[in-house]
């Protein structure tokens, strides 16, 4: 994975976004294993959504669970799927592919 150390992206209080496979961090932080594991899961999702499918799958998610209750950006599959196994150390090498599926629905 590309890794691009800014000063702007991304904005407000996160510290690393990961735009198709490639990760903005912001300046003065530093990506550890789990972080990195987390943003690489990101990666293998795009991958297998095509870019594109995951972007509109996870904006029409998150507006989605903006009605629900909870903090919607935590409740988005994608992310409940990188939350949930960041700190698995052998997850990248076990996962499935559409792994992020079974996090639709349990909460
Ligand atoms: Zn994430």
């Not at 735009?19 to 943003?39: A, M, S, T």
Request: hydrophobic share 45%; glycine share 2%.
């Amino acid at each position: 994975m590309i890794i691009i150390h800014n000063r702007y992206i991304p904005f407000r209080h996160f510290m690393a976004i990961n735009l198709f496979g490639v990760i903005f961090v912001k300046k003065g932080f530093k990506l550890n294993e789990v972080d990195y594991r987390h943003e690489y899961i990101h990666t293998l999702q795009m991958r297998e959504m095509l870019f594109i499918f995951f972007y509109l799958w996870y904006i029409t998610e998150w507006m989605v669970r903006l009605l629900m209750k909870g903090n919607a950006y935590r409740q988005i599959s994608f992310e409940r799927e990188a939350y949930s196994q960041m700190h698995n150390p052998t997850y990248l090498q076990r996962r499935k592919h559409y792994a992020w599926m079974k996090y639709l629905k349990r909460r």
